[in-house]
């Protein structure tokens, strides 16, 4: 009875809003009767992952979509983002994260107050203020300023928010890490597929480096993000020696995933990477057909192709990543059919083409921490320190070391390429671009082909319907 009252509230909770205004309000009763054991809170932390991987799945939600990246692929639309034509009339809700922070912020209310207060409760109530930094990281590295709302919404009289500068927001994100780390019951890992206190450092490097670049904070940001990095690695995590193991389908939660979102057929098998996956119908001829992560008519679609940006930036035939990152396939004439992600491969059954992309979405690996340091160290011109770093993950890249200038803007600028080599189709190419521009490292007008030539904000506009519905809103400058 207990289990089935909890999916039933769950299920009320979990409905999906439009937009900020129309988060569900919760109800005293349903509050009364729910927060009342350990179950009750982290049964609902399961319905805020399974959220959170929604909200997570998607290239256009990272905003990727806007970054060099991708070119158009064999079939489908491509985004408004992707082709820089963005306006109040066709702009992305932010309204799935804040529904998602409504839930975080019911955790973090009524979490603390259930007893017996037990260690898995207090990991729960942690993981919700990492989810909710993360989230408004997300959102402050889309649409710049944004609503900070901290408490649910369970009156229909809540005030309408208006945007809060991305500094206020960012104050506050960095809070909830530390929040975050003062609540978790240990300092590693008890599933790489849950957030943990290293998933906390990771944010917290990521954030300020954000705040140092974007938000123009001071070097001790840096300093700071250097600490949360080194505490990442302390935590156990390493560089796998073999780059591929690191994306295997059966090597899932290896020693290098710091967090991913758990993935499997029959429960979650629709990874974005599809999206730059072919069917079957495209590549049938194929002479090297066996080697493509194809799949039948409704798993892939080719909506986007790897960019040339990519393919050309892998500047050693000894890069292993290339050809783990990018396949071509070629018909029997060695004619080009088409470039495909070869990274997120999924998994196949009893016929070849009944391929699963059931690749864990990975949020944090380790190879991101020596790259983080290094971008801290370089901003502080301790460039052989950022070198020392860097080739850390070229040497599992097999490009060894590092030879050219080691003036602060060349580093810089092999470090966010690096970053490209590594991290291709990982969802962090466009927040990349964005950090080396506002650092002054590049000019990202001159970067992405779709750019080019155009005045476009770098920041979202929000939807003309959320402004009629809530005046204290202001769109974003220069829309």
């Given at each position: 009875?207990?289990?089935?009252?909890?999916?039933?509230?769950?299920?009320?909770?979990?409905?999906?809003?439009?937009?900020?205004?129309?988060?569900?309000?919760?109800?005293?009763?349903?509050?009364?009767?729910?927060?009342?054991?350990?179950?009750?809170?982290?049964?609902?932390?399961?319905?805020?992952?399974?959220?959170?991987?929604?909200?997570?799945?998607?290239?256009?939600?990272?905003?990727?979509?806007?970054?060099?990246?991708?070119?158009?692929?064999?079939?489908?639309?491509?985004?408004?983002?992707?082709?820089?034509?963005?306006?109040?009339?066709?702009?992305?809700?932010?309204?799935?994260?804040?529904?998602?922070?409504?839930?975080?912020?019911?955790?973090?209310?009524?979490?603390?107050?259930?007893?017996?207060?037990?260690?898995?409760?207090?990991?729960?109530?942690?993981?919700?203020?990492?989810?909710?930094?993360?989230?408004?990281?997300?959102?402050?590295?889309?649409?710049?300023?944004?609503?900070?709302?901290?408490?649910?919404?369970?009156?229909?009289?809540?005030?309408?928010?208006?945007?809060?500068?991305?500094?206020?927001?960012?104050?506050?994100?960095?809070?909830?890490?530390?929040?975050?780390?003062?609540?978790?019951?240990?300092?590693?890992?008890?599933?790489?597929?849950?957030?943990?206190?290293?998933?906390?450092?990771?944010?917290?490097?990521?954030?300020?480096?954000?705040?140092?670049?974007?938000?123009?904070?001071?070097?001790?940001?840096?300093?700071?993000?250097?600490?949360?990095?080194?505490?990442?690695?302390?935590?156990?995590?390493?560089?796998?020696?073999?780059?591929?193991?690191?994306?295997?389908?059966?090597?899932?939660?290896?020693?290098?995933?710091?967090?991913?979102?758990?993935?499997?057929?029959?429960?979650?098998?629709?990874?974005?990477?599809?999206?730059?996956?072919?069917r079957e119908l495209f590549v049938g001829n194929a002479k090297n057909k066996n080697d493509l992560a194809y799949a039948?008519?409704?798993?892939?679609?080719?909506?986007?192709?790897?960019?040339?940006?990519?393919?050309?930036?892998?500047?050693?035939?000894?890069?292993?990543?290339?050809?783990?990152?990018?396949?071509?396939?070629?018909?029997?004439?060695?004619?080009?059919?088409?470039?495909?992600?070869?990274?997120?491969?999924?998994?196949?059954?009893?016929?070849?083409?009944?391929?699963?992309?059931?690749?864990?979405?990975?949020?944090?690996?380790?190879?991101?921490?020596?790259?983080?340091?290094?971008?801290?160290?370089?901003?502080?011109?301790?460039?052989?320190?950022?070198?020392?770093?860097?080739?850390?993950?070229?040497?599992?890249?097999?490009?060894?070391?590092?030879?050219?200038?080691?003036?602060?803007?060349?580093?810089?600028?092999?470090?966010?390429?690096?970053?490209?080599?590594?991290?291709?189709?990982?969802?962090?190419?466009?927040?990349?671009?964005?950090?080396?521009?506002?650092?002054?490292?590049?000019?990202?007008?001159?970067?992405?082909?779709?750019?080019?030539?155009?005045?476009?904000?770098?920041?979202?506009?929000?939807?003309?319907?959320?402004?009629?519905?809530?005046?204290?809103?202001?769109?974003?400058?220069?829309?």
């Amino acid at each position: 009875m207990k289990k089935t009252a909890i999916i039933l509230v769950l299920t009320f909770l979990f409905m999906g809003c439009d937009d900020l205004l129309n988060v569900k309000v919760v109800s005293d009763i349903t509050n009364s009767s729910y927060w009342k054991g350990e179950g009750d809170v982290t049964g609902y932390m399961n319905g805020i992952y399974s959220n959170f991987r929604e909200l997570m799945n998607s290239t256009y939600g990272h905003r990727e979509d806007r970054s060099d990246a991708f070119v158009a692929g064999l079939e489908g639309s491509v985004s408004n983002a992707w082709a820089q034509n963005l306006t109040s009339s066709n702009a992305p809700s932010w309204g799935s994260y804040y529904t998602l922070n409504h839930h975080c912020n019911l955790v973090i209310k009524y979490g603390p107050k259930t007893e017996p207060n037990t260690a898995n409760i207090k990991r729960a109530i942690a993981s919700a203020y990492v989810i909710r930094a993360y989230n408004y990281f997300m959102l402050i590295r889309a649409w710049g300023d944004v609503p900070l709302v901290l408490e649910p919404t369970e009156s229909d009289n809540a005030p309408l928010p208006a945007r809060k500068p991305a500094n206020e927001v960012m104050t506050q994100i960095l809070s909830d890490i530390e929040n975050a780390l003062s609540l978790f019951p240990e300092n590693g890992y008890v599933d790489k597929n849950m957030i943990s206190k290293p998933v906390a450092y990771a944010l917290q490097a990521d954030a300020l480096l954000w705040k140092y670049k974007v938000l123009k904070g001071t070097e001790q940001d840096l300093t700071n993000a250097i600490q949360a990095a080194d505490q990442v690695m302390a935590s156990g995590v390493e560089l796998l020696p073999v780059f591929t193991d690191v994306f295997s389908t059966d090597k899932k939660k290896n020693k290098e995933i710091i967090f991913a979102l758990f993935f499997k057929r029959d429960e979650k098998s629709d990874h974005y990477g599809s999206r730059l996956k072919p069917r079957e119908l495209f590549v049938g001829n194929a002479k090297n057909k066996n080697d493509l992560a194809y799949a039948k008519e409704t798993r892939a679609r080719s909506v986007y192709a790897p960019s040339d940006a990519i393919k050309n930036i892998y500047i050693s035939t000894n890069d292993v990543r290339k050809n783990a990152s990018i396949i071509t396939a070629i018909d029997q004439s060695n004619n080009v059919i088409g470039d495909f992600d070869n990274k997120f491969r999924g998994k196949t059954y009893e016929d070849p083409a009944d391929r699963f992309y059931e690749d864990d979405l990975i949020i944090y690996r380790a190879a991101e921490m020596p790259l983080f340091k290094a971008e801290a160290l370089a901003a502080l011109e301790r460039t052989p320190e950022a070198v020392a770093e860097l080739e850390k993950v070229r040497n599992r890249a097999g490009t060894g070391a590092y030879t050219g200038p080691t003036d602060k803007q060349t580093v810089e600028r092999e470090i966010l390429d690096e970053r490209f080599r590594e991290f291709w189709l990982e969802q962090r190419r466009w927040t990349d671009l964005l950090r080396f521009h506002f650092g002054g490292t590049i000019n990202v007008y001159n970067m992405v082909p779709n750019l080019n030539g155009k005045t476009i904000p770098l920041f979202f506009p929000i939807p003309q319907t959320e402004i009629d519905l809530n005046p204290n809103l202001e769109q974003t400058s220069g829309y």
